[in-house]
């Protein structure tokens, strides 16, 4: 079966733009959804479809998409911002849930 | 707001079933595909499966022989056979909107489910 992948870790200097990417035969053509996990919480929706924010999500938090890559784009990156960070699609076909494995974002 | 609260024991015996329970509130579960996903400890996400408002299931290949998931009015469950160290996890509970292009919001808050002999 197909995967996503996500690179494991990434820094991002204070105030600096970060783009986490993932990587998937599964997003040609559809949208991944990212959510946000900080240590010890569940995780949480910060973009799905082309590029929605639910409510409560700040617009420095963005989403985009080339080929078979979705990116999570971080502007003026915040301590706050420090998390894990999950992409999520649907195997085609079958529609079974995929996760990349995961990136852990570092605000230096 | 629509919350969502899994509860179950925190530990289970290996070969056993682990057992949850999550408990909708604040929302309905009609229109709406409710997911398991479970995180082991310092790993990543894995989707379980999920289950619509009518009984509809859909289970990851992976877990499919040991999973069953069923509705009860405003509580999902999920039964998990055979478990082993391996399934030891925080188990989420989340809401779909769709079975094919959704996405998951809200969680639970998750519990943690340690397999021990």
């Known amino acids: 079966s197909s995967e996503v992948t996500q690179d494991p870790a990434v820094s991002v200097a204070l105030g600096q733009t970060v783009r986490i990417t993932c990587q998937g035969d599964?997003?040609?053509?559809?949208?991944a959804s990212w959510y946000q996990q900080r240590p010890g919480q569940a995780p949480v929706l910060v973009i799905y479809?082309?590029?929605n924010r639910p409510s409560g999500i700040p617009d420095r938090i963005s989403g985009s998409y080339a080929g078979d890559t979705a990116s999570l784009i971080i502007t003026a990156a915040q301590a706050e911002d420090e998390a894990d960070y999950y992409c999520?699609?649907?195997?085609?076909?079958?529609?079974?849930?995929?996760f990349g494995g995961g990136t852990r974002l570092t605000v230096l | 707001q629509v919350q969502l609260q899994e509860s179950g024991p925190g530990l289970v015996k290996t070969s056993e079933t682990l057992s949850l329970t999550c408990t909708v509130s604040g929302g309905s579960i009609r229109g709406y595909y409710w997911n398991w996903i479970r995180q082991a400890p310092g790993k990543g996400l894995e989707w379980i499966g999920y289950i619509s408002y009518s009984g509809t299931t859909k289970y990851s290949p992976s877990l499919e022989s040991r999973v069953t998931m069923s509705v009860d009015r405003a509580q999902i469950s999920l039964k998990l056979t055979s478990v082993t160290a391996a399934d030891t996890a925080v188990y989420y509970c989340?809401?779909?909107?769709?079975?094919?292009?959704?996405?998951?919001?809200?969680w639970g808050q998750g519990t943690l489910v340690t397999v021990s002999s």
């Open positions: 599964s997003l040609r053509g559809s949208y």
């Open positions: 989340a809401r779909d909107k769709s079975a094919v292009a959704g996405w998951f919001d809200p």
């Open positions: 479809g082309k590029n």
């Open positions: 999520q699609s649907r195997e085609s076909g079958s529609n079974h849930v995929q």
